[in-house]
C-alpha cells in the first residue's frame, strides 16, 4: 500500500474554488422543490382530515392553514409546482437529445428559475 502523507493536504481542494453554476443548482433545486411539495401536501390532507374529524379539530388545522406559516408554505409550494413543471419540460427537451449544448442547457435552468417566478406571481395574481 502507499504511504500518503495526508498531513499537511486539504482533503478537499475543489471546495475552495468551486463555483456553483446554474445547471447544478437546477438540478438541486429540483430535488428540494419535489421534496417541499410533500410536505405542503401533507398539510393540505391534515387540513382536509381536520375537515372530516369534527369542528373542533378544523379549528385548529384551519388556524394553522390559514395563518401566515400557511400562506408562506402554500404560495412556495406554487412556486415548486411551476418550477417542477418547468423543469420536467427541459427534461423532455433534453431526453429528445436537444439543447444539450452549456450554453443551452444555462439557458434553460434560467428560464425554469425566472418562468417559474413570473408563472407564480401571475398565478397569484388571477387568483
Not at 422543490?33 to 410533500?38: E, Q, R, S, V, Y
Not at 417559474?116 to 398565478?123: D, F, I, P, W
Request: charged letters at 10%.
Amino acid at each position: 500500500m502507499a504511504d500518503v502523507n495526508r498531513g499537511d493536504r486539504p482533503l478537499s481542494p475543489h471546495l475552495s474554488i468551486y463555483r456553483p453554476q446554474i445547471t447544478s443548482v437546477s438540478s438541486i433545486l429540483t430535488r428540494i422543490t419535489g421534496n417541499a411539495l410533500i410536505v405542503a401536501f401533507l398539510l393540505g390532507v391534515w387540513w382536509l382530515l381536520a375537515a372530516a374529524a369534527g369542528p373542533e379539530y378544523f379549528a385548529t388545522a384551519d388556524a394553522v392553514v390559514t395563518s401566515w406559516f400557511g400562506d408562506l408554505v402554500f404560495v412556495l409550494s406554487l412556486w415548486a409546482v411551476w418550477y417542477h413543471y418547468l423543469a420536467g419540460l427541459r427534461h423532455l427537451y433534453w431526453d429528445a437529445g436537444k439543447g444539450l449544448e452549456l450554453r443551452t442547457a444555462e439557458m434553460l435552468g434560467w428560464v425554469c428559475v425566472i418562468g417559474s417566478v413570473v408563472l407564480t406571481v401571475l398565478t397569484l395574481l388571477i387568483i
